[in-house]
């Protein structure tokens, strides 16, 4: 219904706006109970979405800001019931209920929630460092304006920026949050720039690369750390010295990012494999042509008498080796997974085994994209790129295969938990579950010394 508010008298407009602001939370209530159900039944995961949090930015269209509020107070009001009543009443916030979330407990919670009753969120702020819950410091990751940059483009693989580039950047510039970290991660503030698609789930150091002589936008981080990793820093910007005098913090976290991710990083090894095979191949062209001319003269000679007699033996070795293989599974000496050699004696061809070889992971990588290929009911595919796990389409305690890429796929923790329970059932998860967590706590028993809690 449309309403002219320049008609509606003082007294009107006033008791108008009052049954709106009434009205606005009664519904935000509701969204609170439907996001904590949607949360308890996995929807958005079994929808194709990463998490509930990728789930109301891509679907239901929030912004970041405020799907984290809004999951954090609905998980927040499914345990403690009377979040409800407070927030409908107007005497909590949602900002405030969102920074409260991660510190109330059963035994807390009354008491938190009737210190922070009509506070504002800094006053809330305040109250929580007060009681020690406040964290130290903010993890944020904001991008900062742009700096004049040379021929070479901006990308992750070409290495650490050198640090005098940091001189010309300008001042801040507008920003609006990323997707993926607040919700999962509520003490990590991530910003991006403006026009950049949101929800995509990624935070790339230089999204685009800008021609040579356009700008290089700059990045902050900011987080808090104890006095070891101070140490680390040192030692490394020690041993780096001869690589980089100067050794900016942005050169040694640079050097310690591309060390870690030559280890972890799967596109990086599948990389390094394809040099390695290429280089391979080049070495024996090389070779084959370099014996081609000394071999030539011997090959013309004396090769068909060869290849006549190689091709006569190999018929006769297959001969008897069928006949040998038919006598054993004749006599139940070999199964039908099986061959026999020359004494009947049974020898398998392939074991099936869990393990996935190394040339399915890599094909099943560069196939999947380095992502999960998990779709929902509606054909949206999850696309998350971190937590990766190898899944087998048909279990591997159900007969599936591990050395056929076809039945192995790329799928986030979430979904391979959620494909797990719903192909074996949630008895069979929750029993391995429980076997895995008894002998974890029974290898810590033993480690030190202490029998394991019943």
């Known amino acids: 219904m449309r309403v002219d508010c320049s008609r509606l008298s003082d007294a009107e407009l006033v008791s108008s706006l009052k049954s709106l602001v009434a009205a606005q939370r009664e519904n935000l209530v509701l969204v609170l109970r439907h996001l904590a159900e949607l949360d308890r039944r996995d929807i958005g995961p079994k929808a194709g979405f990463a998490s509930l949090f990728v789930y109301c930015v891509k679907e239901l269209r929030y912004s970041e800001g405020e799907t984290a509020r809004r999951i954090h107070a609905a998980r927040a009001a499914a345990k403690h019931r009377v979040v409800y009543g407070l927030l409908r009443s107007g005497r909590l916030s949602l900002s405030a209920v969102s920074l409260l979330a991660p510190h109330l407990t059963p035994e807390n919670h009354r008491d938190l929630l009737r210190r922070a009753m009509g506070l504002s969120t800094r006053e809330v702020q305040a109250m929580l460092a007060e009681l ?143 040099r390695r095979q290429a280089a391979i191949g080049a070495r024996k062209k090389a070779k084959a042509v370099g014996m081609a001319g000394s071999d030539k003269v011997a090959e013309a000679a004396g090769g068909a008498k060869a290849s006549g007699e190689t091709k006569a033996a190999g018929a006769a070795e297959s001969a008897r080796v069928a006949e040998t293989v038919e006598t054993a599974v004749a006599t139940g000496t070999a199964d039908a997974t099986g061959t026999a050699d020359a004494t009947g004696t049974a020898e398998p061809v392939c074991r099936r085994a869990r393990r996935i070889p190394e040339a399915v992971r890599r094909e099943v990588w560069e196939r999947d994209r380095g992502s999960c290929a998990f779709r929902g009911p509606d054909g949206t595919r999850c696309g998350e790129r971190g937590g990766l796990e190898y899944d087998h389409v048909v279990p591997w305690a159900m007969g599936g295969r591990s050395d056929e890429a076809g039945n192995v796929r790329l799928l986030c923790r979430r979904h391979n938990a959620l494909e797990a329970r719903r192909l074996l059932g949630e008895a069979v998860v929750d029993a391995a579950l429980r076997r895995r967590g008894a002998s974890l706590r029974q290898g810590v028993a033993q480690g030190s010394g202490r029998s394991p809690p019943a």
């Not at 920003?175 to 991530?190: T, V």
């Not at 790339?204 to 290089?216: D, R």
């Open 132 to 274: 020690a819950f406040a964290p130290a410091g903010r993890d944020s990751i904001r991008y900062v304006g742009s700096a004049p940059r040379p021929a070479a483009p901006c990308a992750a693989a070409a290495g650490p920026m050198p640090a005098s580039m940091a001189a010309g950047a300008t001042g801040p510039s507008p920003a609006e949050p990323l997707p993926g970290g607040a919700a999962e991660f509520p003490h990590l503030e991530i910003t991006r720039a403006p026009g950049e698609p949101t929800a995509s789930g990624q935070v790339p150091f230089c999204p685009a690369q800008p021609e040579a002589g356009a700008a290089c936008r700059r990045v902050r981080f900011s987080f808090t750390a104890d006095e070891e990793l101070l140490r680390r820093f040192e030692r490394a910007k020690e041993l780096l010295r001869h690589k980089h005098p100067g050794a900016s913090q942005e050169e040694v976290f640079g050097e310690a990012l591309d060390s870690l991710l030559e280890k972890i990083d799967l596109e990086r090894r599948a990389r390094r494999c394809a």
